[in-house]
Each structure stands twice: as C-alpha cells, then as structure tokens.
C-alpha cells in the first residue's frame, strides 16, 4: 500500500491500464468527420511498449524509408505468416529492430487496440524488461533508439493537440514532445489511452 507522501511506481500505474475498460482508438479520434468506408479490412500488427528501469524504450525510425521517415515509433510491425501469435510479433519485430532480447522481456498485457491511417489494426504489448540492454539498432530501418521516463507519458499535461494537412484537409492529432524528440501520431495516441487509463498518481 501506497503511504501519504509516497511516489507511485509510474509501472505500478501503467499496469492499472491493463486492468481498465478499453475500448480501440484510431488515427481518427480526433477527426469526426472523416468516414471510414464499410467492410474496410486492417492488416493485423503490433508493437512493443517496452519499459526498463521505468523508462519506455522508443526508436526513431530512418530517415531514408519510404513509409513514416524519421518519426519516433515502438519497435513493431505487421504479423507474419510464421507468427505464432500477436505478442510473437511484437517480440520479433522488436529482437529484429533494437536487439532486444525476447527471453529478457516479460509480457505484462495488452493495450487498447489502435487504427492507423494505414490500413493496420495494431495491438500494443505493454513489457518490463530485465537485465541490461544494449540496444542495436536495426541497419536502414532504425536510426536511433533511446528511452523517455514513463512518469513524463502518465502525464495529461504533457500531450497536446496539433494538426497539419494531410490528403487536403486538417488532421489533427496527440503529439507529447520530449527534449528534441518529438513524439506524434499513432505513438504518441498509444501512450495517451495508458495515460488515460492508468489515471492519477
């Protein structure tokens, strides 16, 4: 139990999120007026939330892709044929992506669901990972791989609501900078729905 003046162990309140009512989130929240067309098929894909000595593992990935260059993003991907199951994709793309040894990874549980703009249907797989990590960064796809303390993304105050033109028209859309990293979209709504169900210290 938790004594007046204590500080919470902000995994301790990531891990409430697991506990919580979820519903799935989108690309679209913030856009009521789009309309997704009937019958629209999402390509199944995850990603992994991975948390180390209460900082969240993120990568930034390389600027030289054609789909998403240089913006921040958990290890992930779309799932393989040869995928046992969800959380294996998480666990290989992220072994693939920054080295991250699976059998130092314990899987806490799942995330609400998030819709991308892309056509993904992406599960996020909230993980505490133990031992040390040297992170290896994937050649061509990761330029970077750094880390943010989960205490600055339990934090409302921290996100805020921006939007720039996409296909035409006004996007917007959860952004929650850190340092010179600046942290948006698919990402950025992820880490908003933890927030938003781990609630208040």
Do not use: C
């Not at 209460?54 to 995928?83: M, N, W």
């Not at 339990?154 to 340092?179: C, H, S, T």
């Amino acid at each position: 139990m938790t004594g007046r003046g204590a500080v919470t162990d902000p995994l301790e309140r990531a891990l409430r999120a697991l506990r919580a009512a979820r519903a799935p989130s989108s690309d679209y929240d913030l856009n009521p007026g789009v309309v997704l067309p009937e019958g629209r098929r999402l390509r199944a894909a995850a990603v992994l939330v991975p948390v180390r000595e209460g900082r969240v593992i993120l990568t930034k990935r390389s600027s030289k892709l054609r789909h998403h260059p240089g913006q921040i993003a958990f290890p992930g991907g779309k799932q393989d044929a040869g995928d046992p199951d969800i959380t294996a994709t998480a666990l290989r793309e992220a072994e693939e992506e920054i080295g991250l040894d699976r059998r130092s990874v314990e899987v806490l549980g799942f995330l609400p669901r998030h819709e991308t703009v892309t056509g993904f249907d992406v599960t996020p797989v909230l993980a505490r990972v133990h031992g040390a990590f040297e992170p290896r960064a994937e050649q061509g796809e990761v330029d970077e791989v750094f880390d943010v303390p989960l205490a600055h993304f339990l934090e409302l105050g921290q996100y805020r609501v921006e939007k720039r033109r996409w296909r035409g028209d006004w996007r917007r859309y959860y952004a929650v900078p850190y340092g010179p990293y600046y942290i948006w979209g698919a990402t950025a709504r992820i880490l908003r729905n933890l927030a938003d169900l781990a609630g208040p210290e």
